[in-house]
């Protein structure tokens, strides 16, 4: 283990001890009810009379560029409004649109060419119903020029592949990636470390792309209306349905962007918009449904997508090959790391490698280990084949994991053991963690070497456990807007649709704690006029938006006590707020309701000092498995399930313990049967559709336990870090398998055939 970590608490009263709403239970919040009763609108239950439907013309292959377009015949089908092309005079003239984080790729709202089966390209339509949109797409004369295409980023490294991006990169698919991070870099004597380490062997590592899945297709509603308080310049406003949760995506800033006007003539529509994990990548839709809706007179248009087109997004492929050596004791002593990864195909109105990116599994979490040589190199490749998206942080603690289970296989020592022999510069948190998830999973008691025991019913048992660091994601500067009304309540506006992460409810928690109000005093409401797209739905900004939260919410209370002290004739610091009362310290009995004192307000924007994790790891989780193997079958079932998370501080359990227990089903998914497949011969997905790719269900979600932890050493508000990011890791139920079967198995998901494949390799 490394040193200790020291506590980065930032602000105003960060430091609090005495708690009466935050970290407590039975405030089940606006959203809560929202989703149970059924009042919650998604963007797919947005209708009203008069609404045309709109769709793309998807492309057939895997990668193709429309040689000619006939729309004649298309447009006499009976209910047909409005067919354009991509060389429709306005379409053609939109700004192409390109991400702050990319200088290149940039790519047209509607072009001509499709660059994965299933991409909207050449043609949209807008017609009464479906059914008439689908004729008139069935109706376009389309010739097709097919396209070389790549959908494994292996392949696109070869020597001689076809150049996908010439734009890009004449002489390669070599890309870069999303924040110019170094492809090579190199930490001690790599080299030289493998030559003195006790033990060198070769891990491999291995994930293809796994869908995002949106719960809900696509679908985009806009319409062009006057505004209820009156359009000075004549001018109408534009509805449109808001997704995203950056504020260079989706449809609302896209309006505005596209179109050239400006953000207070664009109105959200929804608060919601359905479960997504970091999917950034938004359909043409986005943008095209206000484009129609305008061109039709401010006709409602809803531009849809079919259940494949939900099926777009998606995590990138990734294979690391790696060199450990490491020493008798179980420390790991060099690592030499070569990382191929995936950039992808453009996401909707948006760059042609739209992938995020954020931050893959290479070797980068090999700094957080008392490693002294690590070298890593990282390749990023085009290829077609879905939209890539983000690719979270803990990812890169699988090959780590991975790692430590080749040591302490090797050693026959627990893995317990070697992480805490290993990872760096995290006590109190790692302690805590390890400690505390042992003790729930009754690790001492269940771990065994690797092939060695078996259950009553002939399966094979195993165990494994893995750390991560937690993500607090807190680079944006939060804007939180407070007001007392006349009412003698504080109010808070947001404008993001929310993907159920009920971040409002941890905010509405904080204010209330840092204001002395009663929590149904305190307002988080949806304000689809707020010209504010940050405020984090992302469960792992929810923490550091809280942060922001805090301290606006201190600086209300302070006017608020000034302007009541004036009242009571005495000084700020004789009273306080309690209970929403203007409270008397010297005599608590003298009290002064804050309705009817005037309207107050106050607007703060800014983040925690130190809202990364970014020179030392302060915040860890540790998860622990165990599955029973089949061996006749290769089926693997979960049957348990441990995750000891640092939360620094808990601000809302419910959704706290909820996050744990979303990212571990998400996990199992992904380790048991989530993988896109691709025909190698047309390029064509084979499985989208919810038969073929199967997810989670409540019937397949093992038994999960969450264990808070808190030493309030994250950068959130009270210390809080990240929770969901953290836990989606497919790795763990891939070492669990090799305890119990005593062999890896090298590439997600662990399908059954490949869990047979390596129990006949060991028996070979």
């Not at 430091?15 to 959203?31: N, S």
């Not at 929804?270 to 006709?299: N, Q």
């Amino acid at each position: 283990m490394g040193a200790a970590c020291e506590s980065i608490l930032s602000g105003v009263n960060d430091d609090r001890t005495e708690f009466k709403y935050v970290g407590t239970w039975d405030h089940p919040g606006r959203q809560s009810w929202d989703m149970i009763s059924g009042a919650a609108m998604y963007p797919t239950d947005i209708w009203m009379p008069g609404t045309l439907t709109a769709m793309a013309l998807h492309s057939p292959y895997g990668h193709a560029k429309i040689k000619s377009l006939d729309i004649s015949e298309a447009e006499k089908v009976p209910g047909v409004h409005l067919v354009l092309t991509y060389e429709d005079e306005e379409i053609a003239s939109m700004p192409k649109y390109k991400p702050a984080y990319f200088a290149f790729g940039e790519s047209p709202l509607l072009g001509d060419e499709a660059e994965f089966e299933g991409d909207e390209v050449g043609v949209v339509v807008v017609a009464d119903n479906e059914e008439a949109c689908k004729r008139a797409l069935d109706a376009v004369a389309v010739e097709w020029e097919a396209l070389p295409f790549i959908t494994d980023c292996r392949e696109a490294a070869k020597p001689g592949a076809p150049i996908l991006r010439p734009e890009m990169n004449p002489d390669s698919n070599m890309t870069g990636n999303t924040f110019g991070a170094p492809v090579e870099w190199e930490i001690g004597n790599v080299e030289k470390g493998l030559a003195e380490s006790d033990h060198v062997e070769v891990i491999e590592y291995g994930r293809p792309m796994w869908s995002q899945f949106r719960s809900m297709p696509p679908a985009y509603f806009s319409y062009w209306d006057n505004d209820p308080w009156g359009n000075p310049d004549g001018e109408k406003m534009c509805y449109v349905t808001n997704h995203a949760h950056f504020p260079n995506n989706g449809p609302a800033v896209s309006a505005f962007m596209g179109m050239g006007t400006y953000a207070d003539k664009v109105r959200a529509l929804s608060p919601y918009m359905a479960s997504r994990y970091c999917d950034f990548v938004e359909k043409r839709g986005a943008l095209l449904a206000p484009v129609l809706s305008k061109r039709l007179g401010g006709t409602p248009v809803r531009f849809v997508s079919t259940r494949r087109q939900a099926f777009d997004a998606a995590v990138p492929q990734t294979y690391i090959t790696a060199r450990i050596g490491y020493n008798n004791d179980g420390t790991l002593h060099a690592v030499q790391s070569k990382n191929v990864h995936q950039s992808g195909a453009r996401g909707g109105y948006g760059d042609k490698t739209h992938g995020h990116l954020v931050l893959p599994p290479n070797a980068q979490a090999f700094k957080s280990t008392t490693c002294p040589n690590i070298y890593s190199e990282m390749a990023y490749y085009v290829t077609n084949g879905a939209c890539t998206t983000a690719d979270p942080g803990k990812d890169m603690w699988e090959p780590v994991n991975l790692a430590f289970a080749h040591i302490a296989d090797a050693l026959d020592m627990p893995i317990t053991d070697v992480i805490m022999k290993n990872v760096s510069v995290t006590d109190p948190s790692l302690s805590a963690c390890m400690d505390a998830g042992k003790k729930a999973f009754d690790w001492d008691g269940k771990w065994h070497k690797a092939g060695e025991k078996t259950l009553e019913d002939g399966r094979l048992h195993g165990v494994a456990a893995r750390a991560c660091w937690s993500m607090t994601w807190g680079m944006i500067s939060y804007n939180i807007n407070l007001r007392m009304g006349v009412d003698g309540k504080i109010y808070m506006p947001y404008a993001e649709a929310l993907i159920g992460t009920y971040w409002p409810d941890a905010v509405q928690l904080v204010i209330a704690e840092e204001m002395g109000m009663k929590l149904e005093d305190v307002i988080v409401y949806y304000a689809p006029n707020y010209n504010n797209w940050q405020q984090g739905d992302a469960a792992d900004r929810g923490s550091t938006c809280t942060w922001a939260a805090k301290e606006a919410a201190v600086q209300l209370k302070q006017q608020i006590l000034a302007t009541g002290a004036a009242l009571f004739g005495v000084t700020a610091d004789e009273v306080d707020l309690v209970d929403s009362m203007i409270t008397l310290k010297a005599d608590p009995s003298q009290q002064m309701p804050i309705v009817g004192i005037g309207q107050l307000a106050v607007g703060y924007c800014g983040k925690p000092e130190v809202p990364f994790q970014s020179d030392v790891v302060r915040t860890m989780n540790v998860d622990f498995c165990e599955v029973a193997v089949d061996p006749e079958t290769g089926l693997v079932e979960i049957t348990d399930y441990v995750s000891a998370h640092d939360f620094g501080k808990v601000i809302r359990p419910a959704s706290a313990l909820g996050q744990i227990e979303m990212a571990l089903t998400m996990a199992e998914g992904r380790a048991l049967r989530e993988e896109l497949i691709w025909d190698e011969n047309t390029g064509v997905l084979l499985n989208g559709n919810m038969y073929d790719y199967k997810v989670p269900t409540a019937l397949d979600q093992p038994a999960i336990e969450g264990v808070p932890v808190e030493t309030r050493m994250g950068g959130g508000a009270y210390g809080s870090t990240g929770v969901a990011h953290a836990h989606t890791n497919a790795g763990l139920v891939g070492l669990a398998i090799q305890n119990a079967i005593g062999a890896w198995v090298n590439q997600q998901p662990f399908t059954p055939d490949k869990v047979l494949a390596a129990i006949a390799s060991k028996q070979a």
